[in-house]
């Protein structure tokens, strides 16, 4: 049997990394495609002569040929411009509409059958403009948000707890940015509540880094971050290729769920073969709902003004 492809748009930091990791997991056909003549090729043997050390996989093509990505399982788009100091998420939102659309374009007509993960920024809106450009399946198309922003609360708690990641278990909701909800009271070390671990000001101070990791990355390098959030993709890509049915944070598309109201945002959701295949609904308490429903009151606003920037 044909084994499945993986393509990568955009060969800069992450997408570079993502493909990397995915040989190393060895996840399939592996295609790093990006608009520098070179850039990509050369990633890509630099990656194949990796795997005699790593022992990974050595099927990574990088081109510039879009047609070398026909027929792929999984797209990941990492395309655009990244954050530099100064500049929010939101900064980003004309430039990197229209390098998605034109992408997404692209994808639509070579790989119908794809499931897509976003991981450009503003990353709801993205997912947005993916969907809408495709056509595709809702449930076909996502954003990596929930899984880079849960393992960074899950980062920050280890180190302050003392205790491994792999014991950690975080739940963030909404939109992707400084208005994302962290959940405590739905995160836990091995079962037992961080409320029984800390004290509500740390837990706090732990939420406001996470809300604000991307920024700390972004003025420390002086551009976005790109191990985690690669990482995160990858995650993903792997749960839809080998049907894993695993539970990940990310930006999918709800419905009644939530009461949303029909937009992509930050939910738990479980990944397999059919790509989003289940939005998890938790019981919110008031306090919980008021801050989603906020943040996700800002993806809307910015799904408008996508939409009046592509003339939608």
């Known amino acids: 049997m044909a084994r499945q492809k993986i393509t990568v748009v955009g ?41 005699p050390i790593q022992l990974s996989q050595q099927e990574v093509r990088g081109t510039t040929d879009w047609a070398a990505t026909a027929g792929s399982g999984v797209v990941i788009i990492t395309s655009g411009v990244p954050r530099k100091p100064g500049m929010s998420r939101d900064d980003l939102l004309a430039t990197n509409a229209g390098i998605v659309r ?47 922003d849960s393992a960074r609360f899950c980062s920050f708690l280890g180190a302050e707890l003392g205790v491994s990641v792999e014991d950690i278990q975080c739940v963030l909701l909404g939109g992707h940015g400084d208005d994302m909800v962290p959940l405590p009271r739905f995160t836990t070390v091995s079962g037992i509540p961080i409320a029984q671990l800390l004290g509500k000001e740390r837990i706090d101070a732990m939420i406001d880094r996470t809300r604000k990791g991307g920024i700390e990355i972004v003025n420390l390098l002086g551009y976005s971050a790109y191990y985690a959030p690669a990482a995160g993709a990858v995650k993903m890509a792997e ?15 709800c419905d009644r ?30 306090s919980e709902k008021s801050q989603f429903d906020a943040s996700l009151g800002r993806v809307k606003e ?11």
């Not at 930091?13 to 850039?39: M, P, Q, S, W, Y």
Request: charge should be negative; hydrophobic fraction near 50%; aromatic fraction near 4%.
């Open 11 to 51: 060969a800069g930091n992450v997408g570079a990394t993502a493909a990397f990791i995915a040989a190393n997991r060895r996840l399939g056909e592996i295609v790093l495609l990006d608009i520098v003549k070179g850039l990509p090729d050369g990633k890509a043997l630099d990656m194949a002569e990796a795997s």
């Open 102 to 148: 034109d992408v997404s374009r692209k994808v639509a007509e070579l790989s119908p059958d794809a499931a897509i993960i976003v991981v450009s920024n503003p990353l709801d809106v993205m997912v947005y403009v993916t969907a809408k450009v495709t056509g595709f399946p809702k449930n076909h198309v996502m954003g990596m948000a929930g899984a880079l």
């Open 239 to 253: 749960a839809i290729l080998r049907d894993t049915k695993r539970l990940i944070c990310c930006c999918a598309w």
């Open 257 to 286: 769920q939530y009461g949303v109201g029909g937009c992509f945002v930050g939910v738990p959701a479980v990944l397999g073969k059919e790509g989003v295949e289940r939005i998890i609904e938790l019981d919110l308490d008031g």
């Open 302 to 312: 910015l799904v408008i003004r996508v939409d009046q920037l592509l003339g939608n």
